[in-house]
């Protein structure tokens, strides 16, 4: 498995001498003329035997989707693969003397964020000790892929983690399908890997329905937070990707991270302990296995576009909390700045925010809205943190759904982009006016920002609660009748360019402070005549 993760890189990097996008499927990448010119097409045909066709050997999709057990591959196989391999090189070597040509390997994925995969606890000795007597227990577990379960654990023990995952993601695969099986009553498709029929893999497992429509039992009996686990880890764009990135050799084996390994070895652990015989119930309460469980049954998604939006909302709102805290110039010093027209129509802004607010106030948890003041008592980053922890179903999530979640993320990017630059622009100018380097309309403009600040502020946070008040109730899109749902469409679309205007006006090589102002009077009355009309999606959830 690992000789043909690291091939198939290989053979993608020595595509890429001779053509542009690299094919994503193994074996297109082995058709390829490209490959043909540099290797000859008598070799490639031998390779398409072994690892590139379901009418041939098919090597590397039939274990890569665990559907060999470990008596099943004679050591020939790996043998010859390993021949092959070296032929490989040495006819590359041949071609780029003759050609004067550079083989340039691409760089491996790196993981950033691993916090963010921390779901599980660290596993110790003792756990995955456990883990043995689980694996030999669990009726999760096919018996004649034993093997593979523990030498999955013992190279996890080993500190080969790489190995550990590449091992166990296939037979979480396998066990996975006879529950798949079992559950849609279609045991005709256990064993399914041959040419002639589709194969039964995790994409078809974690669809919402079969390939006849009906509906898959699989996700009843999973349960939403572990489909949900195997989403974010297999499935989901933003999130690492981990089967599709090891099989097609996208990431360094010997660096690979332990945290990712603790995951799927945690969760394959809570999953033998689920489908294992009711005997079991003490090890299945034992003190180091039910912090897993617990685990495992919270767990929420992290890497859906829904999630991705609450922690998109949230970060911005930790930039626009640094606001305060911006340098002003002292008031002795802005009499000296001619034209400090605009703090009426900043307080008129203020005022409509507030309104605004009120309106919103019996959508929002109690006791959050101080009547003295209600734009610092409910535009908090504890109110959105709050309503963010709110569990929103994220499993099949309907395209409207899908859509609307796409244009709120597209306005809370561009809340955040004006934030930045609002905070790298208030402190050159404040630096410039320190060392008196502003001309006399650079120092107008500078005040002109300050004041602009007084309602931006208020106006940027309203946005924020407004993305996650409509996001808690985002599957209310649905009840919309096909008119309403574009009308919705085309008011989050307002606010959209919205925001998208203020970046560019708040840029620094605009500061269109003045039409800021105005752009934004239009806005808040936008939102209020939509509030007051109850169209929003919070409207429709009560």
């Known amino acids: 498995m690992k000789l043909t993760s690291c091939l198939e890189r290989a053979l993608g990097d020595v595509y890429l001498l001779k053509g542009n996008d690299c094919p994503f499927l193994l074996r297109d990448l082995l058709a390829s003329e490209q490959l043909a010119d540099v290797f000859g097409q008598a070799v490639m045909n031998v390779l398409r035997v072994f690892i590139g066709s379901p009418h041939g050997l098919n090597l590397r999709n039939v274990l890569w989707h665990g559907f060999a057990s470990p008596q099943e591959i004679p050591a020939k196989y790996c043998a010859m693969l390993l021949f092959l391999t070296a032929g490989l090189g040495q006819l590359l070597e041949t071609y780029l003397l003759q050609t004067k040509g550079v083989l340039v390997h691409r760089p491996y994925v790196i993981f950033i964020g691993l916090e963010e995969l921390d779901a599980f606890p660290d596993l110790n000795s003792e756990i995955l000790s456990m883990a043995e007597e689980l694996v030999k227990l669990s009726s999760f577990v096919l018996k004649i892929m034993l093997p593979f379960w523990n030498a999955a654990l013992t190279a996890f023990k080993q500190s080969r983690y790489?190995?550990?995952?590449?091992?166990?993601?296939?037979?979480?695969?396998?066990?996975?399908?006879?529950?798949?099986?079992?559950?849609?009553?279609?045991?005709?498709?256990?064993?399914?890997?041959?040419?002639?029929?589709?194969?039964?893999?995790?994409?078809e497992m974690l669809a919402k329905h079969l390939d006849n429509e009906e509906v898959n039992q699989l996700p009843v009996v999973l349960e939403e937070p572990a489909?949900?686990?195997?989403?974010?880890?297999?499935?989901?764009?933003?999130?690492?990707?981990?089967?599709?990135?090891?099989?097609h050799g996208e990431i360094n084996l010997e660096t690979f991270p332990r945290e990712i390994a603790n995951q799927?070895?945690?969760?394959?652990?809570?999953?033998?302990?689920?489908?294992?015989?009711?005997?079991?119930?003490?090890?299945?309460?034992?003190?180091?296995?039910?912090?897993?469980?617990?685990?495992?049954?919270?767990y929420q998604s992290r890497f859906h576009p829904i999630s991705r939006l609450k922690k998109q909302v949230l970060e911005c709102m930790k930039?626009?909390?640094?606001?305060?805290?911006?340098?002003?110039?002292?008031?002795?010093?802005?009499?000296?700045?001619?034209?400090?027209?605009g703090n009426a129509e900043a307080n008129t802004l203020i005022l409509m925010i507030s309104e605004i607010i009120s309106q919103l106030q019996h959508y929002m948890p109690q006791n959050c809205c101080s009547l003295d003041d209600p734009?610092?008592?409910?535009?908090?980053?504890?109110l959105l943190a709050e309503l963010?922890?709110?569990?929103?179903?994220?499993?099949?999530?309907?395209?409207?759904?899908?859509?609307?979640?796409?244009?709120?993320?597209?306005?809370?990017?561009?809340?955040?982009?004006v934030s930045q630059q609002v905070i790298a622009g208030a402190a050159l100018r404040h630096t410039q006016w320190l060392?008196?380097?502003?001309?006399?309309?650079?120092?107008?403009?500078?005040?002109?920002?300050?004041?602009?600040?007084?309602?931006?502020?208020?106006?940027?946070?309203?946005?924020?609660?407004?993305?996650?008040?409509?996001?808690?109730?985002v599957h209310s899109v649905c009840k919309k009748n096909p008119f309403d749902y574009q009308q919705y469409l085309k008011f989050l679309k307002s606010v959209l360019q919205y925001t998208e205007n203020l970046v560019t006006y708040t840029s620094p090589d605009k500061n269109k402070w003045d039409e800021t102002m105005e752009l934004t009077k239009k806005t808040l009355i936008k939102i209020k005549k939509i509030s007051d009309r109850k169209l929003m999606l919070m409207h429709l959830a009560t």
């Open 162 to 203: 790489a190995d550990s995952v590449i091992l166990l993601l296939p037979q979480l695969e396998a066990g996975l399908r006879l529950l798949f099986t079992t559950t849609n009553k279609c045991p005709n498709r256990l064993l399914t890997a041959e040419s002639s029929a589709l194969y039964t893999t995790f994409d």
């Open 227 to 247: 489909m949900d686990f195997l989403w974010d880890f297999l499935n989901h764009q933003e999130g690492p990707r981990i089967r599709d990135r090891l099989s």
């Open 264 to 298: 799927i070895v945690g969760f394959a652990i809570t999953i033998l302990c689920r489908f294992s015989d009711e005997a079991m119930y003490s090890l299945k309460e034992h003190m180091l296995i039910k912090p897993l469980m617990n685990c495992a049954s919270c």
């Open 319 to 341: 930039s626009m909390h640094l606001w305060p805290e911006l340098a002003t110039v002292p008031e002795e010093q802005e009499q000296r700045i001619k034209g400090l027209e």
């Open 375 to 382: 734009i610092n008592s409910v535009l908090t980053e504890r």
């Open 388 to 417: 963010c922890d709110t569990r929103i179903c994220t499993l099949y999530s309907p395209r409207p759904v899908l859509e609307v979640v796409v244009v709120l993320r597209r306005i809370s990017a561009q809340c955040h982009q």
């Open 435 to 473: 060392r008196k380097a502003l001309r006399s309309r650079q120092r107008h403009n500078y005040r002109r920002m300050l004041n602009s600040i007084k309602f931006l502020s208020p106006v940027l946070r309203l946005i924020l609660l407004l993305i996650t008040l409509e996001l808690v109730s």
